[in-house]
């Protein structure tokens, strides 16, 4: 008898820590997330002047124009322009130091930067770990105002204002350095053109 006693038991216990872990847990976070920090829950989408979401300011988006400025180089799939779906995968390319690949593609990107007499910067050779990294370095953003500025026909003044606007400071002011969003940055350029055509 002790035995169908102890087999309730441990049932009873599995169930309640299942009701527990699986069903009243994840429903308080989702409340809590949906009432304190709603944004951050559904993912830091962007909404464009439509309301329509046009990417989410924690993944990299795939900017090639000459008109925007330009991200880390990723392993992985980025979301391409400002559309509203995310790669969908995270990683890193896993080339060793040594790898041929890894060699030649960092040597043809400082090639190119070389050859438009700019420093090559670090964070748009390397990877990012994750492979979807939406920050910039303020060097490497400093270094691309000219050519987004000619691209768009404006002034490198005009441009200076919004990167100091969408830089991110150190995480709790220590861990990390400061970077510069850039879907919010180059969703901004695009607003300036359309408020400049307008006007």
């Known amino acids: 008898m002790s035995i169908f006693r102890e087999t309730f038991k ?5 169930l309640v820590i299942w009701l527990l872990t699986a069903i009243v847990y994840p429903l308080f976070i989702l409340l809590v997330g949906q009432s304190f920090f709603p944004v951050s829950a559904n993912g830091s989408m962007m909404l464009n002047i439509n309301d329509q979401p046009i990417g989410s300011t924690l993944i990299g988006q795939g900017f090639i124009s000459d008109r925007y400025f330009h991200g880390r180089p990723s392993a ?12 969908g995968i995270s ?12 060699k030649e593609r960092i040597l043809k990107q400082a090639e190119e930067f070389q050859n438009e007499n700019k420093q090559p910067v670090a964070d748009l050779i390397y990877t990012s770990g994750s492979g979807l990294d939406p920050h910039i370095s303020l060097k490497a953003a400093r270094q691309q105002i000219e050519r987004v500025a000619q691209a768009r026909g404006i002034k490198e003044d005009d441009i200076i204002p919004l990167i100091s606007k969408y830089l991110d ?28 055509q307008q006007n």
């Open 76 to 87: 992985v799939r980025y979301s391409q322009g400002r559309k509203a779906q995310p790669g």
């Open 91 to 102: 990683g890193g390319s896993n080339l060793a130091p040594t790898n041929p690949e890894l």
């Open 169 to 196: 400071g150190r995480f709790l002011g220590i861990f990390g350095e400061p970077g510069v969003n850039l879907l919010r940055l180059n969703y901004a350029l695009d607003l300036q053109d359309i408020n400049r």
């Open 10 to 14: 441990a049932i009873r216990m599995t």
